[in-house]
């Protein structure tokens, strides 16, 4: 999977008043407790949570113009992309804010964590001059996990087996595509064992898919 790069100008010095650097309470992205790790029965391996896409309304329209000369670490380049690309250190995450008020925040590695930042983006929006923004119908969209089995995976052979929910073109990508339909995860599956996850908008959907194909890999384990 290729990752979209955003480059991120240095903060201008005549909005130094609007930060979002401030320290906040870390929540960590703790995985469910240890009754969860050994109810799995997956050998004791649960997934790390990578990046949580999350989405919401300012409930205003907004000049991105302004946004950018105002805001810290802002880009704006309409002949490029129709958003403000703003970036905070903590929680560590980006920003997409639309004219419309939508705003896309990707990055973080926990759900609370992802709900902490975008309140921090609405906060430096309100300091941009629109006092009125607030921040509304915040949602998880997708949820992005990976692991690793710690064993080789035979992939032709789960292909084989499973064909109706699997795409395996080696030549244009290492990776085996399984698409599960309960719950509807879809999983990238290596050879060497590594398996990312997408497409959960909870994490309890990111640990049953997990389980689920922890015992299909078991059955097709090379050696």
């Known amino acids: 999977m290729q990752t979209a790069k955003v480059e991120v100008i240095e903060p201008k010095a005549e909005a130094a008043e609007v930060s979002a650097d401030a320290p906040v309470e870390k929540k960590e992205a703790i995985p469910k407790e240890l009754s969860l790790v050994e109810s799995m029965g997956t050998n004791g391996i649960i997934p790390d949570i990578q990046n949580v896409v999350a989405t919401a309304s300012l409930g205003v329209q907004l000049d991105l113009k302004t ?54 983006y609405s906060k430096i929006i309100q300091k941009c001059g629109y006092t009125d923004a607030k921040l509304n119908e915040f949602s998880v969209q997708n949820i992005v996990a ?10 032709e052979a789960l292909h084989t087996e499973h064909s109706g929910f699997c795409t395996y073109e080696p030549e244009i990508f290492p990776g085996l595509v399984y698409r599960m339909m309960s719950p509807r995860i879809v999983l990238l599956i290596f050879v060497s064992g590594k398996v990312v996850l997408t497409g959960a908008k909870v994490r309890d959907d990111t640990y049953r898919a997990f389980q689920k194909i922890y015992h299909v890999l078991s059955q097709f384990r090379k050696g």
Not at 69 to 81: C, I, L, Q, T, V
Not at 146 to 155: E, G, I, K, M, N
């Open 67 to 120: 946004v950018a000369m105002k805001a810290r670490n802002a880009e704006y380049n309409p002949k490029r992309f129709a958003a403000v690309i703003m970036r905070i250190r903590e929680p560590k995450t980006t920003a997409l804010i639309f004219s419309s008020g939508k705003i896309v925040v990707t990055g973080a590695k926990h759900e609370d964590l992802s709900r902490t930042a975008t309140k921090k």
């Open 146 to 155: 990976s692991c690793d089995v710690q064993f080789p995976v035979r992939l």
